[in-house]
């Protein structure tokens, strides 16, 4: 068939379909209506029994029709209260119930940094896409925090395990650790009582996430450790069958924390590099992005077909083989607790990990961050952060704040477009320079600096360097270079220097002023390009 | 345990005329459209799973639907009717059966249940016409062949829908309108010949 026929007819169609555009959330509504129609009937009993309960319901609700006609004369009506988010809260667990439709919260605290004695909450909120409700379940979980939660596709409820808790304190002082396990079926809470259960020192956190593979609930986490010292911790898999738990055994296994996203076909667990679970073990997949910082939270996008995560102040996407950094008109302003919301087809960001300054929802339409509802808590940002910004409004900002320390010295030229991210006291002052897909990243500031030691292929040097003040470890006129590895053009590497200058408060004051400035994929020219900008 | 099911590093994508209207289903960990732990798990009332079998699909249903039933009300019913039969015959979708041709044979099955169903639809068809600017330039053909097309029965229509629009193989669009292959092809010729276009091949 000649191409200019086909194209004609399909043209014709274009044009008349113009007229009947496919209507908005046709596929939202025909998908969610048909498994929820299906799963009505399912559950129908038999036609008699059908048609008896169906006398019976006329019958009630004849009954109550006739008495609400009497009550209503003597009782006011009443609205229904306003929809208010839960408080802003940390530590908590928020998944999608699937079987009804609705994201379900747990627990947390209202606070930050958990201390033992500290009251946390065990209150449960669902949303439905429109209000969220707060449930008074006849039973609940106690109080806790930092518990896991995953919706059991297999089973149709949301398991909850273990967490700690802060209001009971141990013989020895510390947090207690739970191991008990709940599941919530919409409308309250039931603990299970399995044969087998983890004993995970949550101090580590866990995650857990439904296995489309195995259609079983994963859960990783950390043994406790004897020693106190958390080096000695080890990871652990598990899975839940709806009764039990059943502990795995990878041959391979990731030893850092990190969090399982759920969804499509497989599941996948963000923790020091992306690890796919293959039915038996973890499987590396691809490293992080460049500006991982291990407190960022994540979600399965299917519509996308792509992992979204907020993580730096960010919004990257991972589409199976590269993280992307998106640049959407506004996003939330912290991570948040994040899953997928099936009625939206939308990823939904509600709230902040790890505080308790924002309770807004947003909601990730694949290009932009979209603000569904506006929290209780204005957030702002950290008094003497500026970011991001560009770099001349960031060295506007740094030289008009920091007032007791002079010279204040900024680059003035930089390898790449970069944004820039401030951080400073009237003494002290640290600026992040990131390019668009932060593979680029320099950071430099008034700081005592403690940087991490090198391995084997690294280089430590004495370079001279400006005018800097004589110290034990370099005389006058020079600096200390440091790369971590020489084999890589492009490693990390910093420049530490004392320069002549004072610091008025006396707390802090030394013989000169305190630089640091380091640098990620950079070359070494590039680099020095970047540190003989200083002025 | 069970093991992963093996499958293409790539799902495969849906397959449209390569225009604009290309879209990307997904990437990662989205459904592979033969994919049986996802027929799975949609018969267990996996509404996700579910909408990654049959949801990239609902807009092509809708537009097949319209061309079909020509009004976009009833078009969408019979998405909404026919998502709801997918989902009670998941269980008869068999393994080497494509999604599309499966999905959209039900659509397909809707549409004419629907149509045999109302019998105003002649009626409604008179008023389908409306009163057209002045054309310009090379309008002219195009109105002509725009007519052409909405006098052509429906399941002409669907036909080239399917063959054109889509761009489906002729032994799929033989499949989901429950015609032979031969008979689909016959009627790609007979509505192209009558709308005098240049006819070189119908075989794929």
Request: some cysteine; hydrophobic content about 40%; charged content about 20%.
């Amino acid at each position: 068939m000649s191409n200019p026929t086909r194209d004609r007819i399909a043209a014709t169609f274009d044009r008349e379909l113009e007229a009947s555009p496919v209507p908005a959330g046709l596929r939202s509504r025909a998908v969610h209506a048909a498994v929820a129609a299906a799963r009505q009937q399912q559950g129908q009993p038999p036609r008699v029994l059908a048609l008896l309960a169906a006398v019976l319901a006329i019958a009630v609700i004849a009954t109550l029709v006739i008495g609400s006609h009497v009550l209503r004369s003597s009782v006011p009506t009443r609205p229904s209260p306003p929809s208010s988010p839960p408080a802003p809260r940390s530590d908590a667990s928020l998944v999608f119930d699937q079987a009804h439709g609705d994201l379900v919260l747990f627990g947390g605290q209202a606070g930050y940094g958990g201390k033992v004695g500290q009251a946390s909450d065990n209150d449960t909120w669902t949303w439905d896409g429109k209000s969220w409700t707060l449930h008074h379940s006849a039973s609940a979980p106690p109080a806790r925090i930092s518990q896991v939660m995953a919706y059991d596709t297999a089973h149709h409820d949301v398991v909850l395990f273990g967490g700690t808790t802060l209001t009971a304190t141990p013989a020895r002082g510390g947090p207690a650790y739970l191991n008990d396990t709940w599941t919530w079926n919409g409308s309250t809470w039931k603990e299970q009582h399995p044969a087998h259960e983890p004993t995970f020192d949550f101090s580590w956190p866990a995650t857990m996430a439904f296995d489309p593979v195995s259609r079983t609930v994963l859960l990783f986490g950390f043994t406790k450790s004897t020693s106190g010292n958390l080096t000695n911790m080890r990871s652990e898999t598990w899975s839940w069958g709806g009764a039990d738990w059943a502990q795995l055994s990878p041959s391979s296994s990731p030893q850092g924390t990190g969090a399982m996203v759920g969804g499509g076909t497989s599941l996948l667990l963000i923790a020091g590099q992306i690890w796919r679970w293959d039915g038996s073990n973890w499987i590396g997949v691809g490293p992080l992005h460049n500006d991982a910082t291990g407190l960022g939270s994540a979600a399965y996008d299917p519509q996308g077909g792509q992992i979204v995560s907020l993580d730096g102040g960010d919004t990257w996407t991972w589409d199976g083989s590269a993280w992307t950094r998106q640049h959407p008109q506004a996003q939330p302003q912290t991570a948040g607790y994040m899953a997928y919301f099936a009625p939206l087809h939308e990823v939904i960001s509600w709230g902040d990990l790890w505080g308790n300054t924002n309770n807004d929802m947003w909601a990730w339409d694949g290009s932009t961050w979209n603000l569904v509802q506006r929290g209780t808590v204005a957030y702002a940002s950290p008094a003497g952060q500026l970011g991001p910004a560009a770099p001349a409004a960031a060295a506007a900002y740094i030289r008009q704040n920091v007032t007791n320390t002079s010279p204040v010295l900024l680059p003035t030229w930089l390898p790449v477009t970069m944004d820039a991210t401030a951080d400073l006291t009237a003494d002290f002052f640290n600026v992040d320079y990131r390019s668009d897909q932060r593979d680029k990243t320099i950071t430099f500031g008034i700081v005592v600096a403690n940087p991490p030691p090198g391995g084997p292929g690294s280089s430590d040097k004495r370079v001279k360097f400006r005018n800097a003040v004589a110290l034990k470890y370099a005389p006058a006129g020079y600096a200390e270079y440091f790369v971590y590895d020489t084999s890589s053009p492009t490693s990390a590497r910093w420049l530490m220097w004392i320069e002549p200058g004072t610091m008025s408060n006396p707390q802090v004051a030394g013989p000169g002023v305190p630089y640091f400035l380091s640098a990620t994929g950079l070359t070494d020219a590039e680099f020095w390009q970047v540190a003989n900008s200083l002025t | 345990m069970r093991q992963r099911a093996s499958r293409k590093a790539r799902p495969p994508c849906f397959s449209e005329p390569s225009r604009s209207r290309k879209r990307l289903i997904g990437v990662i960990g989205t459904a592979s459209l033969d994919d049986p732990g996802l027929v799975r798990a949609a018969m267990a009332g996996d509404e996700l799973a579910f909408d990654a079998l049959v949801g990239p699909l609902i807009p092509h249903a809708y537009r097949l639907a319209a061309v079909f039933l020509r009004d976009p009300g009833e078009a969408e019913d019979a998405v909404q009717e026919a998502c709801l039969k997918a989902w009670r015959s998941l269980d008869r979708l068999r393994r080497d059966t494509a999604v599309r041709a499966w999905f959209l044979t039900i659509v397909a099955n809707q549409c004419r249940s629907m149509r045999r169903a109302r019998w105003w639809s002649v009626v409604r068809r008179a008023t389908v016409e409306r009163s057209e600017p002045p054309l310009m330039e090379g309008q002219e053909d195009r109105m002509d062949l725009d007519r052409e097309v909405s006098r052509l029965p429906d399941t002409d229509r669907a036909v080239l829908f399917l063959f054109f629009y889509l761009d489906l193989p002729l032994a799929e669009v033989a499949r989901i309108l429950k015609i032979s292959p031969q008979a689909a092809k016959s009627r790609v010729h007979r509505a192209v010949t009558r709308m005098r276009l240049d006819m070189v091949e119908v075989s794929k």
